[in-house]
């Protein structure tokens, strides 16, 4: 069983930046893949981006502005969100499974989430 905690969402303006961490539990967290997913008000949840397998996937919408990275030492993912726009605005979920997820643009893809840390951006 894996449990996730994110945290450092927030309320930025517009062209600001917010980094979101999302600490796991568990001993092989090297082996999973580790992804962002967030969900604005009357929308689903979308794919934001994941590192899965030694690679690294990014939604044509925040590339170039978001960054994903993680610390093994630390059991920690991180997402680094720089010229943030109002449309960002959504809940920033972390989510986990184990090993390379194929279809990993897909929230099915994962088995364990967090709880969920809320961005803002103000226009």
């Known amino acids: 069983q894996v449990q996730l905690v994110e945290s450092g969402g927030g309320l930025v303006q517009a062209g600001g930046s917010l980094r979101l961490s999302c600490a796991a539990s568990?001993?092989?967290?090297?082996?999973?893949?580790m992804g962002w997913f967030r969900q604005a008000p009357g929308k689903e949840r979308e794919f934001v981006a994941v590192?899965?397998?030694?690679?690294?996937y990014y939604a044509d919408s925040v590339k170039g502005r978001f960054t994903i990275s993680r610390d093994n030492a630390k059991n920690t993912v991180y997402l680094q969100m720089n010229s943030l726009k109002p449309e960002d605005t959504a809940v920033y979920y972390c989510?986990?499974?184990?090993?390379?997820?194929?279809?990993?643009?897909?929230?099915?893809?994962?088995?364990?989430w967090g709880q969920g840390t809320q961005v803002t951006v103000s226009s």
């Open positions: 568990g001993r092989t967290f090297s082996s999973y893949s």
């Open positions: 989510a986990a499974d184990l090993g390379y997820r194929f279809n990993y643009y897909y929230a099915t893809e994962y088995a364990y």
């Open positions: 590192m899965s397998g030694g690679s690294t």
